[in-house]
Structures are given as structure tokens and as C-alpha cells.
């Protein structure tokens, strides 16, 4: 009984301690149920926290993950390490780290449409454009202060220059005014010899002048001699060979035929009266127009001039040279020519300068050129300055002028060039009133043109 006994009791003692545990188990299965649903509703509200704050597709994310390592090395949370990033940037950007995305777009001028970088880069391009402007102007600069030192440089040898010319220039200067005051002492030395030189020169040609007055009086005495034994022998040479008033008017021959369309005449002059080709004739229309005028005294042209080419014994053929619109030549008009004659040789008297191709300028060739005619149509040219009583034409060119005063402290040569000029006026004055008491033709180079029927060369 008793075995039964114990085993009832443990069996017993087996179904409390069964009881117990099993209510144990179910108070502690209540315990961690309400535990479990405590720790689901709070993991829920902490999912929920967090989502506010990043979410999981944000968390999966590389850069979080990133973020969230560095955030781990440096014992921060995700949060502390964004907040530090976020500081970094603002305090980098305009120096405070509270500072909002606007401020910092503000303080940057950056606008809404637009990021740093872009504003960044065209920075950049700005500044590399201004550095590439700084290096040009540096380069010109240099360039501008090589110019500038090379520049210094000439000045500096012009000026060495310049002073030892400015130098030289004084050594030349004072040698100058030594040569200028040794020059004065002679000039003035010199001035005093011209000056008796002068003096002796003017009692000189004072002395020489008196004599020459002295010999002008004697020749007016013997001029007056000479015109009486001029006029003795002109009535002489009257008395042996007709002759005219003047030789001037006297008519050479007469046109007896024209040949219009070749500009030819025929004269009634041939080889028995001496005439030669080349020969010059000025047409009349008869011998009272050959006559001077009264009030000038100067001859006239006639119609035409004409020159010989052709020579026969008794007739001659010339061609017209100069001929006057309206006047034509016909057969009977009469021909002259000063220097011709057919029975007389006339005698010249050329003198002076002749001005013969009217350039203005007279000269002695020209009066040679003018004695060479006279020969050629068979006129006898006088040599000398002297009138002969059977002179028939006194040719004489340009009319010298009148010399001037002379100087105060006129040299010698001026002198003699004065009275060298002096008497070459006297003697063409005295030749040409010489002429006109003797009645002689006078002829200037004009005259003489037109009397020989000339034309100018």
C-alpha cells in the first residue's frame, strides 16, 4: 500500500509541477507576446520616424551608403555626418554655416536657372581670357620697355654725339671768329688800298676823259673838214654816175610773168646784170610805195618777198616766200632790193650787235651773218666804225643802252666796264648822226629786212 501510496504522491508531485510549468510557460508565453507586440508597434513607429527622415529606396542608394561609411569612421550618425557636409558647403561658399541655399545663390549672384559650376566656368573662361590679355599686354609692355631702353640707349648716343659735335662746332665757331677778326683787320687794310686806288683811278680816267673830250673836239673839227670834202666828193661822184636821192628807193627789175599754182615769178633780171641764186626781192606794186613814211620814217613791207633759184642770162625764176592775202603778184609790179644793183655795187656799213632771229638776244654773229648777205648779193661791206664819203647805207643793230652812274665803290673792272659801255653808246650815237647830217640811209635790222625782202630766220 505503501508503494501505491508513493507513487500517487509522485505522480501528483509530476502533475503540479506539470501544472506549473505549464502555466509558467503560458504566463511567460503572455509576457513575450505582449513584449513582441510592444517591439512590432514600436519598430513600426520607428520605421515610420525614419522614413520622415530618409527612406529605404534613399538608404539603397551608392552616395547614402558612402555617406553612411564615412559617417561610421568617424563614430557620426547619417544625419550628424549630412549636417557637417552641409556646414562644410555653406561656410565654404559665403563663410557662415547656418547659411540657407538662397543666401549662398545671393551672395554668389548665382540665379535660380543657373549652378555654380557653369557660373565657375565662365569664370574661369573670363579669367583665362584676362590672363591671356594680362600676357599680351605683359608682352607688350616688355616689348614696349625693350623699345623704350634701345630708344634710351640712341638718346644717350645722339647726346654723346650732339656734344662732340656741339663741341667741334665751338672749336669751329672760335676759329671762325679768329679767321673773322684777322679777315675784318685785312678787309679793312684792303678797303684803305681801294680806296687810294680809287683815287688814282679816278685821277686817271678824270685825266684819260679830258683827253678824249680833248680828241672829240679836235675830230668835230676835222668832221667839219671831213663833211665838206664829203660833200665835194659827192658832187663829184654826182657828176660822173646818176644815182637816185636814196639808194633805197631805187626799183631793181619788174615781174613779167606769174605762175600762180607754184608760187613762181619771172623777172626781167638775169645773169648780165649780175644776179645770183638766193638772191632776195621785195614786191612793189610800183616805186612810189617803196618811199618811207614821213612821220616815222620807217619803211613799209611791200606785197610779197620772193627769192631767186633759177638764174638765166637775161631772166630769172623765183618763188614767192611770204605773200599777203588779197594783194597777189602780178606781171608789172616792181622788185627791190637795198643791197642789189645791176650796175652799181653799193657799199655797207654794218655796226653793232644785230638781234636777226628776234629771239631778244643781239649778238656780233648775227651782224656777221647780216655783212655775210650783203657780200653774197654784191653789196661791199665797209670794215672799222668809220664813215666813208661814198658810204650808201649805214647799217646798225640794237641801240645800246645808256650806262648808269657808277657806284660809290666801284672796283676797277666796274670802271672800265662803264666807260667800255660809254663809248660803244658815243660811237653808235655819233655814227648815226654822222649819217643823218651826211644824209646816208641808216637801216636797223628790220629796215634792212624789209628792203632786201628778208624774211626772219
Given at each position: 500500500m505503501a508503494t501505491r501510496a508513493g507513487s500517487g504522491t509522485g505522480m501528483l508531485v509530476s502533475l503540479v509541477v506539470f501544472v506549473v510549468t505549464t502555466v509558467a510557460l503560458l504566463v511567460v508565453s503572455i509576457v513575450?507576446?505582449?513584449?513582441?507586440?510592444?517591439?512590432?508597434?514600436?519598430?513600426?513607429?520607428?520605421?515610420?520616424?525614419?522614413?520622415?527622415?530618409?527612406?529605404?529606396?534613399?538608404?539603397?542608394?551608392?552616395?547614402?551608403?558612402?555617406?553612411l561609411a564615412d559617417a561610421t569612421s568617424a563614430r557620426l550618425s547619417l544625419f550628424a555626418e549630412m549636417n557637417r557636409r552641409s556646414s562644410e558647403v555653406a561656410t565654404f561658399v559665403s563663410g557662415n554655416p547656418n547659411a540657407s541655399l538662397e543666401q549662398m545663390r545671393q551672395e554668389l549672384g548665382v540665379a535660380e536657372n543657373q549652378t555654380v559650376r557653369t557660373v565657375l566656368s565662365n569664370e574661369r573662361t573670363k579669367v583665362r581670357q584676362l590672363g591671356q590679355d594680362l600676357d599680351a599686354t605683359k608682352a607688350r609692355l616688355a616689348s614696349a620697355d625693350d623699345e623704350t631702353k634701345r630708344l634710351q640707349a640712341a638718346m644717350a648716343d645722339a647726346d654723346k654725339r650732339n656734344q662732340a659735335t656741339l663741341a667741334a662746332a665751338q672749336a669751329s665757331i672760335d676759329g671762325y671768329a679768329r679767321t673773322v677778326d684777322t679777315l675784318r683787320a685785312e678787309t679793312s687794310a684792303?678797303?684803305?688800298?681801294?680806296?687810294?686806288?680809287?683815287?688814282?683811278?679816278?685821277?686817271?680816267?678824270?685825266?684819260?676823259i679830258r683827253d678824249l673830250e680833248r680828241q672829240?673836239?679836235?675830230?668835230?673839227?676835222d668832221?667839219?673838214?671831213?663833211?665838206?670834202?664829203v660833200a665835194q666828193l659827192d658832187a663829184k661822184v654826182n657828176e660822173v654816175r646818176p644815182k637816185s636821192e636814196s639808194p633805197a628807193e631805187l626799183v631793181d627789175g619788174e615781174v613779167i610773168d606769174v605762175i600762180g599754182s607754184d608760187r613762181q615769178v619771172f623777172l626781167n633780171l638775169g645773169r648780165k646784170d649780175r644776179l645770183r641764186p638766193g638772191i632776195t626781192f621785195e614786191v612793189y606794186e610800183d616805186a612810189r610805195t617803196i618811199q618811207p613814211d614821213p612821220q616815222t620814217g620807217a619803211y613799209s613791207r611791200g606785197k610779197a618777198s620772193i627769192q631767186v633759184i633759177k638764174v638765166n642770162d637775161l631772166t630769172s625764176t623765183a618763188r614767192i616766200i611770204r605773200d599777203t592775202p588779197g594783194s597777189p603778184v602780178v606781171p608789172g609790179d616792181v622788185v627791190a632790193n637795198a643791197v642789189f644793183d645791176a650796175n652799181t655795187k653799193f657799199k655797207f656799213l654794218v655796226f653793232g650787235k644785230f638781234d636777226v632771229d628776234g629771239d631778244g638776244r643781239a649778238s656780233t654773229a648775227e651782224a656777221e651773218f647780216l655783212k655775210t648777205q650783203v657780200r653774197d648779193w654784191g653789196g661791199v661791206v665797209i670794215e672799222g666804225s668809220e664813215l666813208t664819203g661814198d658810204l650808201d647805207f649805214l647799217v646798225l643793230g640794237v641801240q645800246p643802252g645808256e650806262p648808269g652812274p657808277l657806284p660809290p665803290n666801284a672796283t676797277a673792272q666796274q670802271i672800265d666796264a662803264r666807260l667800255e659801255a660809254q663809248d660803244e653808246y658815243d660811237r653808235y650815237d655819233r655814227l648815226f648822226r654822222r649819217a643823218t647830217e651826211a644824209q646816208i640811209p641808216v637801216l636797223n635790222s628790220n629796215r634792212f629786212e624789209i628792203l632786201t625782202g628778208s624774211v626772219p630766220r
Open positions: 513575450l507576446y505582449a513584449g513582441q507586440s510592444k517591439s512590432r508597434d514600436a519598430e513600426k513607429q520607428a520605421q515610420a520616424d525614419l522614413a520622415q527622415v530618409i527612406t529605404a529606396e534613399e538608404r539603397s542608394r551608392d552616395a547614402t551608403r558612402a555617406m684792303a678797303v684803305q688800298g681801294i680806296d687810294a686806288a680809287r683815287t688814282q683811278i679816278e685821277a686817271r680816267y678824270t685825266q684819260r672829240i673836239d679836235e675830230l668835230n673839227r668832221n667839219a673838214v671831213f663833211r665838206t670834202r
